[in-house]
């Protein structure tokens, strides 16, 4: 619409309907253009921080509980933008002698005070919508860098395309975070799941390991794309929330599947052996826990 025709429709001038539709824009609720406003649509459509803040608050930090609990102390770790790893960088405050490289104003915001974390943070351009640093000069700051785990969440992710977000700039700096990484960690929760938009970031073969919560059992879609991800080989961590209280790391449901190491970059220095075992292990006990978990939902 116009703005003089939404200056008709609810009575008021335009200077006022353009300052108002400025600030729906910034709530991810429409976009601006020449003259007047439309309706995000589909692929394009992107949430400011005011709106996704505010959505699936309980979920974000069950996810935030779960994945710090894979971050151990002395990494080194690269933390991109988003909702869920702002609630992330609260967790690794904790963590001694961690190493924490972000393009994200809240990361580092969130880590200003640990005296024990230190941060690194990428040059280029602020970009207000999600308090990001994007553009060629965050990616040429990237250049040359290796950490053990990449930390990202996006708007979208499904088995075909992997991770997306429907910003190009904000994609391109994703790209490089993962490229500094030798395994790549997704935070997302299950709004997101089966939703895809339009720049992909991390392909469905690039992810490690997807940290996600429960979807709800009317929820198909969301637990079809979980599987399909699964059989792709990527590790899922699922994080529950009971009650609308989000469930502490220590409590919570994790479904891991193992990774076919040739598709996973090796840390400098690791011990492949070691790698090897902790993951058998790990597989052991993530079907001991789905079977279980199966035979629960089979009851119910």
């Known amino acids: 619409m116009s703005l003089r025709e939404l200056a008709r429709v609810v009575q008021t001038s335009e200077v006022t309907v353009r300052r108002d539709v400025r600030a729906l824009e910034a709530e991810g609720l429409l976009d601006r253009r020449h003259g007047g406003a439309v309706l995000p649509g589909g692929f394009t459509r992107e949430s400011g921080f005011p709106q996704k803040s505010h959505l699936a608050t309980a979920e974000k930090t069950a996810i935030a509980d779960l994945a710090a609990g894979f971050v151990e102390e002395g990494e080194a770790i690269v933390v991109g933008a988003g909702t869920t790893t702002q609630e992330l960088a609260r967790r690794l405050a904790r963590v001694p002698g961690l190493t924490v490289v972000t393009n994200s104003l809240l990361v580092a915001q969130a880590l200003a005070h640990a005296n024990r974390v230190e941060v690194v943070m990428t040059g280029g351009t602020l970009r207000g919508s999600n308090y990001a640093l994007v553009g060629s000069g965050a990616e040429q700051s990237l250049q040359g860098l290796r950490v053990s785990r990449a930390f990202l969440s996006g708007s979208g992710l499904t088995a075909e395309r992997g991770l997306s977000t429907s910003n190009m700039l904000s994609a391109s700096v994703d790209r490089a975070l993962v490229q500094a990484a030798a395994e790549v960690v997704v935070l997302a929760d299950h709004t997101k799941l089966g939703t895809d938009t339009m720049f992909q970031t991390v392909p469905t073969d690039v992810i490690t390991r997807l940290v996600t919560d429960e979807p709800p059992g009317h929820d198909d879609r969301a637990a079809t794309e979980l599987q399909a991800l699964a ?70």
């Open 231 to 300: 059989d792709q080989g990527v590790q899922i961590a699922v994080a529950g929330a009971a009650g609308g209280e989000p469930v502490p790391a220590s409590s919570a449901r994790r479904r891991d599947v193992p990774l076919p190491g040739p598709r996973r970059g090796q840390v400098p220095g690791g011990n492949p052996g070691l790698r090897t075992a902790a993951v058998l292990g790990d597989q052991s006990a993530g079907a001991d826990r789905e079977r279980a978990r199966v035979a629960d939902l089979r009851r119910r």
